[in-house]
């Protein structure tokens, strides 16, 4: 049996799309869910969020005023030595503060028996913090259920 020697309109889309579907395959499998709980009319804060979001996670976001945000923190076990602006919850975990990208996907994927990761305060150059190129050294730190915390990752100053 001959192949058509000529391509139909209706083959070049649908290969197309094929090629489309391949291409963004890894960023579709990248869709985990998070939600952010953040301060009201916080940039650093939607800038982690766009963050998230360009690098392939489904984030949906809501503003707290003050007290309210820090109560959400202490309701979901963020300890006071590991508080940052914002909070977001995937899969059961916490991510207190800019944690990057590769450490929720570490997370995810080993699954240790902890609240989540934070990075306390706001280093400078950690995601949605100001260009990683100029960063401060900083830790991303994963919080055990018991309150205590352990490095998780480091990132050295550039």
């Not at 959400?72 to 916490?94: A, F, L, N």
């Not at 949605?128 to 730190?141: H, I, K, L, N, T």
Request: proline share 6%.
């Amino acid at each position: 049996m001959a192949l058509p020697t000529r391509i139909t309109r209706r083959a070049a889309l649908l290969s197309g799309l094929a090629l489309t579907t391949l291409i963004a395959h890894p960023l579709l499998a990248q869709g985990v869910a998070i939600h952010v709980v953040k301060g009201t009319g916080c940039e650093c804060c939607n800038a982690w969020v766009a963050y998230l979001r360009d690098v392939g996670f489904a984030v949906t976001d809501e503003e707290r005023y003050g007290t309210l945000l820090m109560m959400y923190k202490t309701e979901v076990g963020v300890p006071q030595k590991m508080i940052s602006c914002h909070t977001g919850m995937t899969e059961g975990y916490i991510l207190e503060g800019h944690v990057p990208a590769a450490d929720i996907r570490r997370l995810l994927a080993e699954r240790p028996d902890a609240i989540g990761l934070a990075v306390p305060g706001m280093p400078y150059g950690s995601p949605g913090m100001g260009p990683e190129d100029e960063r401060e050294a900083y830790e991303v730190f994963l919080i055990r259920r018991d309150g205590s915390t352990e490095v998780f990752s480091a990132y050295p100053e550039v």
